[in-house]
C-alpha cells in the first residue's frame, strides 16, 4: 500500500521539469523570430521606401521645371517672337525662299531701327501683305545708287551681304528719307520689290526684326550670326 504512494511524487517531478522547458524554448523561438522580423522590417525600410520616396520627389521636380519651361516658351513666342515664312528670294542669300524664321515683336519699342537691319512691315501699297527687306537709309537721311553701289549722304555704303551676281547695276535718286520712314532694299538687288519702287517705309508699317531661323534645318540659327559668316 505504501508502494503506490512512495511513486507519486516520482510522476509528480517531471511534469514540473518539462513544463518551465516548454515556455524557455517558445520564449526563444519568438525572440529569434522577432529579431528576425525587426531587422528585415529595418533592412527593408531603408532599401526600398527612401528610395522610391526619393524618385517620385525627382520625377516632380522635373515634371514641374519642364512645364514651367514650356510656359515660359510658350509666352516668349506667342507676346515676344512671332514665326513667318519667307515667299520669293529678294532676301537671298541670307533668306531663301519658304524658309521659317522668327521676328521679334517688341524690339522697335526699346531700341531704334538701324541701317542693316532685316525689318518685317506691311507692304505701304496693300497693307494685308507682309513683306520682309534691309534698312539702308534712316530718316532725313540722302539715299542714291550709282551703278549698283549705295550712297547714304553723299558716301558709299558697304555691303558684304549683297553678292556680286545680285547686284543691281543701275542708277536710283538721290532722294531724301522723310521723317519717321526707312528706305528698305532687299539683299537680291536684280529681283527685289522695294523702296525704289514703292518709296520709303513709314516706322508705324515696321512690326518686328528677324533674328532667327528655324526651317530647313541646315539654316538654323541666329541669322546675325549668319551675316557675320557672309561678311
Same mark, same amino acid.
Given at each position: 500500500?505504501?508502494?503506490? /504512494?512512495?511513486? &507519486?511524487?516520482?510522476?509528480?517531478?517531471?511534469?514540473?521539469?518539462?513544463?518551465? %522547458?516548454?515556455?524557455?524554448?517558445?520564449?526563444?523561438? &519568438?525572440?529569434?523570430?522577432?529579431?528576425?522580423?525587426?531587422?528585415? #522590417?529595418?533592412?527593408?525600410?531603408?532599401?526600398?521606401?527612401?528610395?522610391?520616396?526619393?524618385?517620385?520627389?525627382?520625377?516632380?521636380?522635373?515634371?514641374? $521645371?519642364?512645364?514651367?519651361?514650356? =510656359?515660359? %516658351?510658350?509666352?516668349?513666342?506667342?507676346?515676344? *517672337? &512671332?514665326?513667318?515664312?519667307?515667299?520669293?528670294?529678294?532676301? %537671298?542669300?541670307?533668306?531663301? #525662299? &519658304?524658309?521659317?524664321?522668327?521676328?521679334?515683336?517688341?524690339? !522697335?519699342?526699346?531700341? @531704334?531701327? +538701324?541701317? =542693316?537691319?532685316?525689318?518685317?512691315?506691311? !507692304?505701304?501699297? /496693300?497693307?494685308?501683305?507682309?513683306?520682309?527687306?534691309?534698312?539702308?537709309?534712316?530718316? =532725313?537721311?540722302?539715299?542714291?545708287?550709282?551703278?549698283? %553701289?549705295? *550712297?547714304? /549722304?553723299?558716301?558709299?555704303?558697304?555691303?558684304?551681304?549683297?553678292?556680286? +551676281? *545680285?547686284? $543691281?547695276?543701275?542708277?536710283?535718286?538721290?532722294?531724301?528719307?522723310?521723317? #519717321?520712314? *526707312?528706305?528698305?532694299?532687299?539683299?537680291?538687288?536684280?529681283?527685289?520689290? /522695294?523702296?525704289?519702287?514703292? =518709296?520709303?517705309?513709314?516706322?508705324?508699317?515696321? !512690326?518686328?526684326?528677324?533674328?532667327?531661323? !528655324?526651317? @530647313?534645318? #541646315?539654316?538654323?540659327?541666329?541669322?546675325?550670326?549668319?551675316?557675320?559668316?557672309?561678311?
Amino acid at each position: 500500500m505504501e508502494r503506490p /504512494d512512495e511513486k &507519486q511524487p516520482a510522476a509528480s517531478k517531471s511534469p514540473e521539469t518539462m513544463a518551465p %522547458a516548454l515556455p524557455s524554448v517558445a520564449t526563444a523561438g &519568438q525572440t529569434t523570430a522577432n529579431l528576425r522580423t525587426e531587422r528585415s #522590417d529595418a533592412t527593408g525600410g531603408a532599401e526600398h521606401p527612401l528610395p522610391l520616396h526619393s524618385l517620385r520627389n525627382e520625377i516632380r521636380v522635373w515634371t514641374r $521645371d519642364l512645364l514651367i519651361a514650356i =510656359g515660359l %516658351a510658350l509666352v516668349i513666342i506667342v507676346f515676344l *517672337y &512671332q514665326p513667318v515664312k519667307v515667299e520669293g528670294t529678294s532676301m %537671298a542669300p541670307l533668306l531663301s #525662299d &519658304q524658309e521659317r524664321i522668327f521676328i521679334n515683336k517688341f524690339v !522697335y519699342r526699346f531700341e @531704334p531701327i +538701324q541701317r =542693316g537691319d532685316v525689318v518685317v512691315f506691311w !507692304y505701304p501699297l /496693300d497693307h494685308s501683305k507682309s513683306f520682309i527687306k534691309r534698312v539702308v537709309g534712316l530718316p =532725313g537721311e540722302s539715299v542714291e545708287i550709282r551703278q549698283g %553701289a549705295v *550712297y547714304v /549722304d553723299g558716301k558709299v555704303v558697304r555691303e558684304p551681304y549683297v553678292p556680286p +551676281q *545680285y547686284e $543691281d547695276l543701275s542708277d536710283f535718286g538721290p532722294v531724301r528719307v522723310p521723317p #519717321d520712314n *526707312y528706305f528698305v532694299m532687299g539683299d537680291h538687288r536684280i529681283s527685289s520689290n /522695294d523702296s525704289r519702287v514703292f =518709296g520709303p517705309v513709314a516706322s508705324r508699317f515696321i !512690326y518686328g526684326r528677324a533674328v532667327f531661323a !528655324y526651317w @530647313p534645318v #541646315d539654316h538654323f540659327g541666329s541669322l546675325s550670326t549668319m551675316e557675320a559668316d557672309t561678311k
